[in-house]
């Protein structure tokens, strides 16, 4: 005899067999044919959610999973910060976010950049200008993750840190960071603080016994010590520093990749400006 139950989220019915109930003589003789294998301890993933990667602009942004598919299904959720969509190796995304005021976003590049991301793009507000834009749930989120301690002023100093709390809010449990590694010693320096305290938050919920799960990227410098502290010596914060000159190198080299890549979309935009030129010309006559 069968049931019926509902799966949630994809509104059908499957058939379900009911229950019998066993006979507590015969369960007792039947006991070494039953196996029971445990989940994966790893496990992160709450029903029905994928699990996602949040993707910066550094080096590892080239390494995040985005063409792992179940199926014909993406496996893995993308979410992008807005200067991201210029890199090559970021193969897609289905979230961007520019948490900007007007005087960065407002400028041409960046609002055409905008308007032909082809899904949400989560900004301080809805804007005309982009269409697609939606506001951020700051008020909630900060409700939520604000503490008298913090003073008068929210502890977000960068957009990744918005992009992790609302990840926390709609249930992600398997969060990745790609292309956030914050090693430079120009803004990086401050911002980085806050990106730890944000993953200390899963790192609580982890200590508590909940199935969360974060990936970092080797190269990063999240949650990374100078060196520990009473039991190394502090001299070993010479190697430390050639690494970080390393990182800086290398943080120079990603910068003039982005501007070759600016570039190169500028040149294509001059190009394009100058064959609309010679169209209106000849529509108009003068050749």
Not at 21 to 49: E, F, H, M, N
Not at 75 to 90: F, H
Request: glycine share 6%; aromatic share 10%.
């Amino acid at each position: 005899m069968s049931e019926t139950k509902k799966v949630q989220g994809d509104n059908i019915s499957l058939p379900v067999k009911k229950k019998q109930r066993i006979d507590p003589k015969k369960a007792i003789k039947q006991k070494s044919t039953i196996k029971v294998i445990d989940k994966p301890k790893d496990t992160a993933i709450v029903k029905g959610k994928k699990p996602l990667c949040i993707i910066g602009t550094a080096r590892s942004s080239a390494d995040a999973p985005y063409d792992l598919r179940i199926d014909n299904d993406y496996m893995y959720d993308i979410w992008g910060i807005n200067t991201a969509l210029v890199k090559e190796d970021v193969k897609r995304m289905d979230v961007c976010f520019e948490m900007h005021p007007k005087r960065y976003w407002g400028q041409l590049p960046v609002i055409e950049r905008l308007v032909n991301f082809n899904s949400t793009v989560y900004m301080q507000d809805h804007y005309k200008e982009i269409p697609k834009s939606k506001p951020y749930p700051r008020e909630a989120i900060k409700n939520k993750y604000h503490w008298e301690s913090m003073g008068e002023k929210f502890y977000v100093t960068n957009t990744i840190v918005y992009m992790f709390l609302m990840a926390l809010e709609e249930g992600y449990t398997d969060i990745s960071l790609y292309g956030i590694h914050m090693a430079h010693a120009t803004e990086y320096a401050y911002q980085r603080a806050c990106v730890s305290w944000a993953l200390g938050i899963v790192h609580g919920y982890i200590l508590m016994g909940k199935k969360y799960k974060i990936t970092i990227p080797n190269g990063s410098a999240l949650l990374k010590a100078e060196y520990e502290y009473g039991y190394e010596e502090p001299t070993q914060m010479m190697e430390f520093l050639k690494g970080r000159q390393e990182g800086m190198k290398n943080g120079i080299k990603e910068a003039d990749d982005q501007i070759n890549s600016l570039n190169i979309s500028k040149w294509k935009t001059i190009g394009a400006m100058s064959e609309a030129q010679l169209l209106y010309e000849k529509a108009a006559g003068w050749m």
